[in-house]
């Protein structure tokens, strides 16, 4: 288990450990009352950033309030920052948090910010943060929340395969039906199809039933094709709902209530309820739990 | 058991007693000869004052018969709110009916006319009035529709967690994708990608397969995006047909047929099949049926 | 039973009721080698006829071919109306024939056409011949497209009362949805939201993820409605299938095999594998059957 | 079983037979390493190849660096023609390969490029070579993604009658209301329903929920029967997924495992795992097989 001191304050060893615990408690834990209220500042903050990055985007309001809003952006993403310094630093394996998945997360969640000093346009990537509010939701324990969501993740886990096989065939037969429909189309400009890409890309808007029109074939055999291709996509939209529908059967009955500690070690969730010690490295679950 | 008088005439107790439950039985009971009359006409009251609102808003239409329509809406709505009224003064928990479904729909049937007096524009919500239908489909006990609607109802708070589940985290990668999509089409305005709202309204419309086509990407890499997105929305399509078919299966089994008897006490209807007391207060229940 | 004599040749009445039996086994019959010949003729002509109006209707072509096509069309419209007049006399109940399902669509086959020479648009409605097909579909005893049919038939019959309640919701939701918009949207005309009709034509667009485009919203809230909508219809796409998939498994259980044989009697076709006599009057069935 | 000589190089029979043998666990055989390795060359050359064609489809590229495109092309189809040689040359039933599945899609992937020598359009149609992936995929005997697929195609096989049943009945319905509509809108240009056919393609573009908006009606009438249409499409919608859910649930049972050895004999794929002889003509599989 390494060990990493703070330069500046020195302190003993089990003095470190101590605040260790104490920022793990406030920034990890669901249990303890201080957790859970940094957790909803945290949600709050979360929000408040990316609806910044989405003013920020509307020119008109941009124009008007450029300086209060990069000011406010600037503030978040400072506190974002040192969070996650905090968040490294009080875990115990610093590496297996920032490669887990909600440690890579919180990373995004201010990189964009950073490479957007350099390259203007990214910064807009930032609004990337809203996907940290999976942790909050799962901290607030909405197990019914999470447990529905456990379902759909085992069966989308479960049909992955199949979804691989039918979303591979789809590929192929958009391929080909772009092509022909290139073949069809393409002395006719004003129907959209110019190169084959485009086609594809068509292709995929009409087997997903999307049509957004934009392309559209004008010649009577191109439409005749066309009609093909959305009664075949009428049959084969079909497929996956099947492929869902059965995981989904199975799933629901295999699903498992889980509980939302986080191991102070490795940072490992996801513990059967009343576990004592992490599933992952055995090192014993929130101590401070007062239930 | 709050009781009330009506101020200018003065009945004994028990006459008005009398004449409240008088008022229920035409109001309220599907039972009774003179109630199902009441309710044939106010079913086509409704759909009349429901016409009325849509030929209004037909500028060709309203341009001529302006003064005849407003007359007619003037008195519809007065009918409407007497027997809003009515219907308060003769249940006997005032506040309960007030707060219950159909209680809150009654109201929001003739509150838009009244808002509309100030603000002209709200009166175009009076077409809500064709929620109202509800209760008349009730009425007439249509029990095979009612008992379809119960499996859809069943399944669908079944699913309540599931789907929930499933929304909220559309809503986060809608989020996601509408940003990267601004950042790869904010430069060419004619794709209509002007801002982050409008790129998640963009996302929405696409994963949704709705496709409207009145913002859509023009630049290659977008419209790859574009496709990947869509290919995504095509397989997590399938996620919410899964979850109600399963719990449609399971609704399917516990499907009790439903009676349509109106609690004179407590307004509580849905009451199992040849129930004499209210499931809610235990009030008898329709004493004036001759079956 | 009621016996008819066609006047201008005279013939016995049992000479007359071999003529009717003959007649009935062409056209009606379906193991009969010439039986299969002649609906295998009137295939083609059904098809042909529809062709006719297909080409009838495309301006270039008939500019052209005008003369031709009407003439044609004159002689198929003549054919069928013998047909029709025979399957009417040679069929014992002659009204049983008429008003059943195919007697109907027999007549619907030829009735345009001689509307269309008053009203010359609805000639275009004879393209309703193709339903024709149906019997010849029938007749030629594809047994797994009737049995595959079967089950569809029998799933959607069952999931008919949910059906019908899922739709009355659907449309009562689509008229408040519809209101909202266009009070939301009514200032801006470019939107397209025109009228309350309109905005409920729009709102069907919408959730049933049309979306055509001549219709949507441009104003920031309009949008954002637009975009709850069709989340909301994201979720609700999925019942009629979850109805259905629910029923489809019933239905196939209980999938019958049924042959193809027509009552001479009282042209009531769909009698179980083997059966002797007609299940509706009892008369015997096929006698000519060489089986 | 028929024997041919290459006449050039005069060799003895067996030597030939050695020759072929080599040739073949090359070409089709997945256990050998230099059978992966000349798999994975040629997966590298389809995709490249239908790299190439699109590139070409792309006008501002092909008008820079038309020459190389082509001069690339000739090459890569040089070597698809040779191997499409070799591999008729090496099975020992030349005809059974050739009209077997991967055998016509091999031919396929190769003539475009001829023909487009006489009609240059036709070229882009070499993009069909996609497919010969098919056979790479099986190769590589990614047994999940093969398997998946495998629950896709039986239930997609069993599930044919009823989706056959379902399109035709489909087809039969947009023939109707195509002329509806047409009848409805003819004399509304700017609608776009122009002639039956292009009312039939706007039918079905509208049922299949694509909507592309490049017909759509003007009038109240027209907008009131499309909406009726897209209800309607809303309920049958659910019919093929319900299909397809039905069989998959079937089909997931009796899912056994396959693998991908090719019968040296005459090249029939899908043996039962361990399968040591052809299930097909009996002849010894892979008998170079390390395993």
Chains 1, 2, 3, 4 share one sequence.
Request: aromatic share 12%.
């Amino acid at each position: 288990m390494l060990k990493k001191r703070i330069p500046f304050l020195n302190l003993s060893e089990d003095e470190e450990n101590r605040l260790k615990h104490k920022i793990f408690d406030i920034i990890f834990e669901t249990n303890t009352r201080i957790g859970k209220l940094f957790n909803i500042i945290l949600l709050f903050l979360i929000l408040a950033s990316v609806g910044l990055v989405m003013l920020e985007s509307i020119p008109s309001i941009n124009a008007r309030y450029h300086k209060t809003l990069v000011a406010l952006e600037w503030m978040l993403t400072a506190i974002f920052t040192l969070e996650y310094l905090l968040r490294i630093y009080c875990t115990k394996k610093h590496w297996k948090y920032i490669f887990s998945f909600y440690g890579i997360i919180d990373l995004l969640a201010i990189l964009p910010f950073f490479i957007g000093l350099i390259y203007p346009g990214s910064k807009f990537l930032s609004s990337i943060r809203i996907l940290r509010l999976l942790r909050v939701f799962r901290i607030f324990g909405l197990t019914q929340f999470t447990r529905g969501r456990n379902v759909l993740v085992i069966a989308l886990l479960q049909s992955r395969e199949k979804i691989i096989a039918f979303l591979s065939f789809v590929l192929l037969i958009v391929v080909v039906i772009g092509s022909i429909m290139y073949m069809v189309e393409r002395n006719h400009p004003e129907s959209g199809f110019t190169s084959i890409p485009i086609s594809i890309y068509w292709a995929i808007v009409t087997l997903t039933t999307v049509g957004y029109g934009d392309v559209a074939p004008v010649t009577t055999l191109g439409q005749f094709l066309a009609s093909v291709v959305m009664i075949i996509g009428y049959g084969i939209i079909a497929v996956p709902t099947g492929i869902v529908t059965m995981e989904m059967n199975k799933a629901a009955k295999d699903d498992i209530p889980k509980n939302t500690e986080v191991c102070p070690h490795c940072a490992d969730d996801y513990h059967l309820d009343g576990s004592k010690y992490c599933k992952t490295c055995g090192y014993k679950l929130n101590p401070h739990d007062k239930k």
